[in-house]
Structures are given as C-alpha cells and as structure tokens.
C-alpha cells in the first residue's frame, strides 16, 4: 500500500514538473530564469547560506573587537603602579597603548638607572608602536641604555642608525647625533664625535641642535 502510494506522489510530481518546463518554455526571460533556478537552484542556496555566514562572522568579530578595546582602555584608565603596568602589557603588548605603556615602564627603568630593563622596555616599544615618533624615540633611549649598562658599541650603533636615516623627521635625527655625541666624548672617542659632527652640518636641522652638538666638541 505505501508502494503504491509512493508511486502515485511520483508520478504527480513528475507530471507537475513536467507542466512546468512547458509553462517555462513559454513565457520567455521569466521561463529561462526559472529554468536556470531550478537547475542551479543547489548553488545558489549554498552561495546565499556562505554570504550569511560570512556576514555573521564579520559582524561578531567587529563587535569582539569594540568589546576588546572597550576593556583594554577601561584596563588602561585603571592603571596605578608598575605592577599592574606589567600586567597591561602581558595581555596588550602588540597594541598601541600595550607600547605607550612599555615607554613608560623604560622611563621608569631609565630613571632607577636600570638599564638592562629600560632598553629591554624601550625595544618592546618600538615594536608596537611602529612607524611612529613615539617609536624612534624609544628608539634614541634603548641607544643610550645600551650604552649606559656597559654595551657602548652596540648603543652608539643604534643612535648612529637614527642619524643617517633620511625618512627620520630633523628633529629626532638631531637629538639622536647629539645623544651620539654626548655619549661618544664622554667615553674619549673623539674621532667618532668629529665624524658626527661633520655630517650633521650637512643635514637639515635646527640651528639649536646643531649649536648643542658643536658645543660637546
């Protein structure tokens, strides 16, 4: 009996769609974009269902991010001491504020005269804070970190790096030859002092910088 019953739905469903393609066939543009549903009809309900998901993902990773950053500048308001500062930076290092925060902990280092961790802060914040003022100044100060716990070499390299950089704004490749210059006759290398000197003359910088390099002469 549901044999039979089977065999009738499917034959009227094959007469129905069999009606159909000749209603189709008749009715011209609306016939050829029925036909064309119905043989991609499969397609067109996956394409629709991945753009709906697609969509659904793209709103609820916008509203993870304002959520994310709503808490980190809440994290960041609250910030008291050195202790909950290190804490800021473990959970938001990579961000730009997770760098400002690094800068302020290597200023804090630099001031206790800590400079194994001040230029450790320093480099950390150049890192997040990317192709930014901020992060070529961070720059200048792990230099003369560097240099201050014993690695002179190395922190006159980086100062060095600052100063024949030509995409670096006058102002901080100024301050940079005179920190090369400070910490370089200080330390009797004279002849680096010269070569400094000479070369910032040939730069595009302030005539107050250029007067407080000459005068470490």
């Given at each position: 009996m549901f044999a039979l019953l089977h065999i009738t739905i499917c034959n009227c469903m094959v007469e129905v769609n069999n009606k159909m393609d000749e209603s189709i066939s008749e009715n011209g543009l609306y016939g050829r974009v029925c036909c064309f549903f119905q043989k991609h009809s499969?397609?067109?309900?996956?394409?629709?269902?991945?753009?709906?998901?697609?969509?659904?993902?793209?709103i609820c990773g916008r509203v993870y991010l304002d959520f994310r950053l709503a808490r980190m500048r809440r994290d960041y308001a609250n910030l008291t001491d050195n202790a909950s500062k290190v804490l800021f930076v473990k959970k938001y290092g990579k961000t730009s504020l997770g760098g400002l925060v690094f800068l302020d902990l290597g200023n804090d280092a630099f001031s206790r005269k800590d400079y194994k961790f001040s230029?450790?802060?320093?480099?950390?914040?150049?890192?997040?804070?990317?192709?930014?003022?901020?992060?070529?100044?961070?720059k200048i100060l792990r230099a003369i970190s560097l240099f201050n716990s014993g690695n002179r070499e190395r922190g006159l390299t980086v100062l060095n790096e600052v100063v024949h950089d030509k995409l670096v704004d006058g102002n901080l490749r100024a301050?940079?030859?005179?920190?090369?210059?400070?910490?370089?006759?200080?330390?009797?290398?004279?002849?680096?002092?010269?070569?400094?000197?000479?070369y910032s003359k040939g730069l595009n910088i302030p005539v107050r910088w250029q007067g407080r390099i000459e005068t470490e002469l």
């Open positions: 499969k397609r067109i309900y996956i394409g629709l269902g991945a753009t709906f998901l697609l969509i659904l993902a793209i230029s450790s802060y320093y480099q950390s914040a150049e890192k997040a804070l990317g192709e930014t003022e901020f992060a070529l100044r961070a301050e940079a030859a005179y920190r090369y210059v400070c910490c370089a006759a200080g330390s009797g290398e004279v002849d680096k002092v010269n070569k400094i000197v000479q």
